[in-house]
Structure formats: structure tokens, C-alpha cells
């Protein structure tokens, strides 16, 4: 050091050491408080996750629900289940956005150099997704029951479909994350997830009833992954769901974690 | 100039380096971002990597600090195998990235108490240890702040803080001062100037020869991905010429003139300042510079000022990176 000056306002830190090694959970806990802390300092992002499927279910019961289903109450009966399923999809993408922009500005890099669990990040990245799940969720299924809608298997019922909505959030969240560690740009991450989604979330059995669809299109419909979760979703709500039907719908899911949760831990491992 | 041979006088007394690497190895794609570089750092020193952009310098620390994985060679960080094992290595170091690793989002406190829970901090320990760092980086006050509301200088202090939750072996500083204004720059350097009296290893990265020369007790200057020289400061002036005359002339348009003139006296090439006009060469001594500024009023070369000095490390930093060389190809046309 060639020239130290007064040492009276030098910084000299007592030295300390490291407590007892936490253990996964701990640290992915951890995260998951950290995705908590966002929804208080940045409240708006809640806009974007709720504002899109609230005009969803708006605009397609009041302006299709009377021509296909009769009446927008009875449309509401059919389209609810789905459009939760939208959601959580939907809402998955921005959760890859996040990402994008966390890689982007070199925080990433602290918690890499960091001993610690290393997937710990994407578990608490999921903890985030879970609560918004469930926040969109709850919000759209307050809606619904005001404008009618009325799931035949009471609250059982919507409990057991909010917990496969879980696992659909939890599968699909995956897809978004392998995207947010490839593509730098958030944008680009949007753009690339909603040309995805939109053609799987449309041509599914969300909307319509596929009896009308033309034969080639009903063909991929029926085994559209979108389609069995909406259609296990309907049934958990009404009281009809077979364990066939809740088998279908999660194996979209299942596939997507074991596939997926390697290659997350892979792409940000790589050095 | 490149040919100037590193002393190393302190290495060969290290005996337990806090990094010790051997030809060191990145490449991307055809490009050798790193290029076999050797390094050594004693413990408890501050030692800088200086270089212009581009010359490998952010690669290098990524490479010890376990964030790029070397393509040959081989390092030590506090005794552990850098490729054996990684996860020995990250508990021994901290590193601030040129861009802050911080959660924008969060309030300083809770930026540290998330890394100091990672650390396995638990609940009051965690906010205690945060509370504790804030207060050392003088930043107690805006500790319930959203750090997107930080000011560049209070951003790099808590980033520096974040890096000492656990008081690590190695700091790893990328750049640590880029784009702060002068006064917050003085702050982080009397900081670092503390962190090692506390005993902390640190390695910076700067393109800034002033702060390597304030700070660092030794300098290894990397260009192209090749280590070009290594010393104190003191020892890289010295290797450059004792003695620096340095001439501004009043009519910048004869330069050229003036360098050839020096250049054919002196023997050595001179460096062009930036600001025009002004011309750096290595004097032997004070008659030859006598007799050079002589030369240069026969030849009717005005001069507004001259002076002779010791080289300032930008002009070590030139000569070394061969920059000056590159110039003096063009004058050789020209002349």
C-alpha cells in the first residue's frame, strides 16, 4: 500500500466466522421469503398477474357465454376451471421474465459463488410462483362466484383443484425457468412463452367444447395437455373428476419437473 | 518494450498463497480470453489486475472465484483445488461483480439478511449481523431504503458489505470503482485499505492505474490475456526508465517533428499525451534530456513547458501494453 492516509477513519472489521452449514431447505426457505419480500415493495407486479385473467373471464363470458353456452352464467360454469388453468400458465412466463432480469444483472453471480444448495434460487423462485398461483387464483374464483358460477363439489372440491393447480404451476414453472436461464432478455422471454402458450391454451378445451373442432384439430385437442388439466379441473370443481382424469392431467407435469429440473441445474451450473 | 521481465522478489518467499494459479486457461469460441496466466497472491495483500477492457481481467477472477470454469491450467484459492473442489473455494470467498449483485427490490437490511441466512445465520443473528454491517459501511440510515433509491456510491459500499457476512479469505473486487465520482471512489478506497489491515486477501480488478497504484502492493498487468508484467508499482516505473522527460510544445502541429527529433536523440520512442501536444520519453539522464530539449529549439521547436519526473503509471502502463509502439510504427511512415 503506497500511501495509507490517517488510519482514524479506516474500516477495520472483526473477523467472522461461518455458522453451522444451513441445510437445503433452510436455504431454499430462504428464497422463498425473498420471492415473499416482492410482493411488498413491488405490488404492481401483481397487476400483470391478475389484470390478464380477470379480463378473460370478463370479456369471454360476457361477449361468447350467451352464444355458446346459452347464458354468461352458464358459460361461467364451463370456462372457470379452465381459465385457472390459463393463469397459472400465463403467470408462469412472467415468473421466467423475472428471472431473465435477475440473470441479467449479475445477483446470480453472488448467489453462484455462494455455498450453497445450488438449486436453492429455483426453489424459491417456485415458493413466488406458488403464492401468485393461488392469489390469481383465489381472485379469479371470487369473480366467477359473484357472477355466478358454482362449483357442484363445494369447497373439497376447489381445495383439491387448487392443489393440482399447484402442480400444474409447479411443472409448467419449469418451461419458463429453462427459458429465463437461456434467453437474456425479458422481453424476449415473453414474446417466445406467449407464442407458445396461446396456440396450446387456445386450441385446448378451455374456451369451447372441441365437438365442433374440425377432425385434424379435435386430434390434437383431445390429448393437448392444457386440455386433460382443464379437464380434471372441471371435474375436481364439479365432483366428477376420475382418478383417470387427474392422472392424465399431471403427467404434463411430472414429465416437465424430471426433464427439466436436471437441465435448470445444469444450464446454471455450467461455467 | 513488451520484452520487460517481471521481478518477483515477494513470490519467492510465499510459501502458503491466498491464490496461486498456473497458466490459466479461458478460451470463447476461436477468442483466449485467458491466455496462461500464472498468479500468485500472497495472503493478506491487496493485489491489483490492471488492464484496458477486454483484456481478460473480469474472465480471470470469474475463473477463481468459480464462475467460469478454466479450459487448462490449474489454481489454488486458500489451499483448494479451484476444479477439484469448487465448493471448498466459494466458503472461503466473496466476490463483488462489476455490476452490483444486489436485489434492487429489497431494503439494504434485508439484502443482508437474506445472504446472511444463506450463510446459515438464523432469525436474530441474521438481522444482528446485518444491523452490524450497515452500521460499519455507513449506511445505517438507509437501511429500510429500497436499493433501486441508492446512490452509486452507497450501492458499491452495501455491495462490498454483502461480500462480508462471513469475513471471507479472498475478496474478489471486479472493478470496484467504475462510474463512482471521485469522492465516492476515496470512500471505497479507504474501505479496502481497511478490509486488508483486517487481514482480508484482496484481489481487484481496475483499468484505473491510479487506484492499482494507491491501493495494490502488487500489480500484474494483463493485456490480450497474457500477464505483460508483475511488480510493486514502484517496480514497474523503475523497469520503464528512472528518469521521464516530459515536453508540451506551443504548436502542437509539429509533433511529429518534435517525436522524431526526441526519438533519434534519446534513443527511446516517445508517448504522445492524449491532450496534444505533449510528448513523454525516456531520458537517460538529466544531460541527455539537456541536450534533447537543446536539439529541439535548434531545430525552432517552441516548447511552452517541460519538466522531468519519474514515469506516471499510465505512462509504465503504455509502454507496457505497447500502445506507444503502435504509434511510433505510424511516425516511422510518416518520418
Known sequence: ??????????????????????????N???????????????????????????????????VFGGALAGSPAEYMQFFLPGILVQTVTFNAVYSGMGLSSDLGKGLFDRFRSLPIWPLAPFAGLMVGDVLRHLIAASIILTIGLILGYRPGAGLP???????????????????????????????????FGFTFLFPLVFASNIMVDPATMPGWLRAFVDVNPISLMSTAMRGLMAESATLGEIGAAVIAPAVLTLVLAPTTLWLYMRR | M???VPTN?????????????????KTFGAVRAVDGIDLDVPAGMIFAILGPNGAG??????????????????????????????????????????????????????????????????????????????AAFDLSD??????????????????????????????????????????????VWQMIRGLALSGVTILLTTQYLEEADQLAARIAVIDHGKKIAEGTSRELKAATGSGFLHVALE???????????????????????????????????????????????????????????SPSLDEVFFALTGEADRDATNDGGKA
Not at chain 2, 84 to 108: K, N, W, Y
Open chain 2, 142 to 187: 438507509a437501511a429500510a431504503k429500497q436499493v433501486k433509491d441508492y446512490s452509486g456510491g452507497m450501492r458499491r459500499r452495501l455491495d462490498i458489505a454483502a461480500s462480508l457476512v462471513v469475513t471471507p479469505g479472498v475478496l474478489f473486487l471486479d472493478e470496484p470503482t467504475t462510474g463512482l465520482d471521485p469522492k465516492a471512489r476515496k470512500e
Open chain 1, 157 to 191: 372440491g376447489v381445495l383439491a383443484a387448487f392443489a393440482l393447480l399447484i402442480v400444474i404451476g409447479f411443472g409448467v414453472g419449469w418451461v419458463f425457468i429453462v427459458l429465463g436461464l437461456l434467453i437474456r432478455t425479458p422481453t424476449t422471454v415473453m414474446t
Open chain 2, 251 to 309: 504548436d502542437p502541429s509539429r509533433s511529429d517533428e518534435a517525436a522524431h527529433l526526441l526519438g533519434e536523440r534519446l534513443g527511446h520512442v516517445p508517448q504522445r499525451n492524449v491532450e496534444g501536444g505533449g510528448l513523454s520519453v525516456v531520458a537517460g539522464s538529466p544531460q541527455d534530456a539537456n541536450e534533447a530539449i537543446a536539439a529541439l529549439m535548434d531545430a525552432g521547436i517552441a516548447l511552452s513547458d517541460f519538466s522531468m519526473g
Open chain 1, 28 to 62: 431454499a426457505l430462504v428464497f422463498g421469503w425473498r420471492a415473499a419480500l416482492k410482493f411488498r415493495h413491488v405490488p404492481e407486479q401483481l397487476f400483470d398477474l391478475v389484470m390478464t385473467p380477470i379480463m378473460f373471464t370478463l370479456l369471454f363470458t360476457f
Open chain 2, 2 to 4: 513488451n520484452q520487460f
Open chain 2, 57 to 134: 481481467k473480469t474472465t480471470l477472477m470469474r475463473m477463481l472465484a468459480t464462475l467460469a470454469r478454466p479450459d487448462g491450467g490449474s489454481a489454488t484459492v486458500m489451499g483448494h483445488d479451484l476444479i477439484e473442489a469448487p465448493a471448498d473455494v466459494r466458503s472461503e470467498i466473496a466476490m463483488t461483480g462489476q455490476f452490483a449483485s444486489l436485489d434492487e427490490d429489497l431494503t439494504g437490511q434485508e439484502n443482508l439478511v437474506l445472504l446472511a441466512r444463506l450463510w446459515g445465520f438464523r432469525g436474530r443473528a441474521a438481522k444482528a449481523r446485518a444491523l452490524e454491517l450497515l
Open chain 1, 1 to 26: 500500500m503506497s500511501e495509507i492516509g490517517g488510519t482514524d477513519n479506516l474500516l477495520v472489521l472483526n473477523a467472522v466466522g461461518r455458522p453451522p452449514q444451513p441445510s437445503a431447505l433452510s
Open chain 2, 9 to 25: 522478489p515477494v513470490n519467492a518467499r510465499v510459501e502458503n498463497p491466498a491464490i496461486s494459479a498456473r497458466g490459466l486457461v
